[in-house]
């Protein structure tokens, strides 16, 4: 298969669904191949590394990228993306991410794993109440969903009444994120992205009514203090931003690596027995089963990544997920070892851009799987998984399981507990967020 093929089979509804395939035909042609005019494509693990490190490549050389779908340049959803730091450059990208970066240093982070643990104790409980009689659950919407949303939402102040819709608006939203999208694609991301936006447009305006301890008001008193420092679109932007990325890559995570793990009872089985191996095991589900598959630059100058030329303004579209399987970088790269040395997997990015949340990512996840299996050792899948028929964040659209597990005997909480944030816990996220002050300042990991 040649690699314009095999660039075919990528973007198809099949390879949307499996791209594994796609990649190693990809691979087949070296670490870096141009799949046509303009645009290479890089599959090694050491290119992909390099790249997303090296400051001659940007993210984008205008405010909104190219294409030919129509209404691109005034779509609401690309202008959700374009105008945030995800695709800004410096100094802009720094300027953008330091107003919220202090929310995610490691002690911020690590303060919250109380209240993660909270919540995580509490919707598995829920889960095994409503599966105790063998009814069906599905872990996305008791669990992979609720959690990531409920923290992110609780640092940026959303109250728990208003969180239901936001899943539909992101899956909307972040078709902007393929690499190739439809007019009808289009405006189904700009119906989310219009939504999401007239909701913190509401909601800046009830910050800077009244404050709080949280990183709306971080963002709203940003604009407002310093002209130049976070312009009106960029603050819709980041938080729209902030929203997505923080819980859309979890929710995948958690649902793609629970997936894996029921699938090798013998390693799930570890897990369940020492907890302390979470670490190892959350960073190899990120490689097996990246939540997020693909992003891109652009060379501002003429590179040569891998030896191949690449012209100034070309475009490196980079397969993270294949990286992640790159047999020059991981030994039998499509097995499942957590007990890989040095392994670190492509899935948060590298660089300027590393995912700002990766370290409340990780978070989440090292508690929720071995809580998940402790809790309810006779989980199972119920049937056939299906995906959503996405490239760039890869997670599942159904994920149903039976847990026949009694709740108090297997976590010890009250299922009549509320699954969502408590009053209390949403406090103390936004203390933590906002660092006992307000405005939190510094650098640390979270949104790309």
Same mark, same amino acid.
């Not at 046509?36 to 599959?43: C, E, S, Y």
């Not at 209240?115 to 008791?142: H, I, S, Y």
């Not at 299922?415 to 006992?436: F, W, Y």
């Given at each position: ?179 190739? #999208? ?68 979890? =929710? ?152 026949? =597990? ?22 103390? #996220? ?19």
């Amino acid at each position: 298969m040649d690699v314009a093929e095999a660039m075919t089979l990528l973007l198809s509804p099949q390879g949307r669904l499996d791209p594994y395939p796609a990649y190693e035909r990809l691979r087949a042609h070296g670490p870096v191949v141009e799949a046509w005019p303009g645009l290479h494509v890089a599959t090694g693990y050491a290119v992909i590394d390099e790249v997303l490190r090296d400051p001659r490549y940007v993210v984008s050389y205008e405010p909104l990228p190219q294409t030919t779908v129509a209404g691109w340049a005034e779509s609401p959803a690309v202008a959700s993306i374009a105008r945030s730091m995800l695709r800004a450059n410096p100094p802009d990208h720094g300027r953008m991410r330091q107003i919220v970066a202090g929310a995610f240093t490691p002690r911020r982070v690590a303060a919250l794993r109380e209240v993660v643990t909270a919540q995580a104790a509490a919707l598995v409980a829920a889960m095994a109440e409503r599966g105790r009689d063998g009814t069906t659950v599905d872990v996305l919407d008791a669990f992979a969903y609720p959690l990531p949303i409920g923290v992110i939402c609780a640092l940026l102040g959303v109250p728990e009444a208003d969180r239901s819709a936001f899943r539909t608006w992101t899956a909307d939203l972040t078709v902007v994120l393929e690499p190739e #999208i439809s007019e009808a694609e289009l405006a189904v991301a700009d119906r989310g992205a219009v939504a999401l936006r007239d909701y913190f447009r509401d909601l800046v305006e009830a910050r800077r009514r009244t404050p709080a301890d949280d990183l709306t008001t971080a963002l709203v008193q940003a604009h407002d203090a310093e002209v130049g420092r976070l312009d009106a679109e960029e603050l819709l932007a980041n938080l729209v931003v902030l929203l997505v990325a923080g819980f859309e890559t979890t =929710t995948n995570l958690l649902g793609n690596g629970l997936v894996v793990l029921l699938g090798h009872p013998a390693h799930a089985a570890a897990l369940r027995d020492n907890p302390d191996l979470a670490g190892a095991y959350v960073e190899e589900l990120l490689r097996i089963d990246s939540p997020v598959q693909v992003t891109s630059r652009i060379s501002s100058v003429p590179v040569a990544p891998g030896g191949v030329p690449v012209p100034a303004g070309g475009e490196v579209l980079l397969l993270l997920g294949a990286g992640n399987r790159d047999p020059e970088r991981f030994a039998d790269p499509t097995r499942f070892d957590p007990t890989r040395p040095q392994n670190q997997p492509l899935s948060f990015g590298g660089g300027p851009h590393y995912c700002l949340g990766a370290a409340l990512a990780r978070l989440e996840a090292r508690i929720a799987f071995p809580l998940l299996l402790r809790a309810l050792p006779d989980l199972a899948l119920a049937g056939e998984p299906r995906h959503r028929a996405r490239l760039t964040l890869r997670g599942y659209a159904t994920l149903p399981v039976t847990t026949v =597990t009694r709740p108090h005997q297997a976590t010890g909480v009250e299922p009549r507990r509320t699954v969502a944030t408590t009053s209390a816990e949403r406090r103390r #996220i936004a203390r933590v967020s906002a660092g006992e002050r307000g405005t939190p300042t510094g650098a640390g990991p979270g949104t790309p």
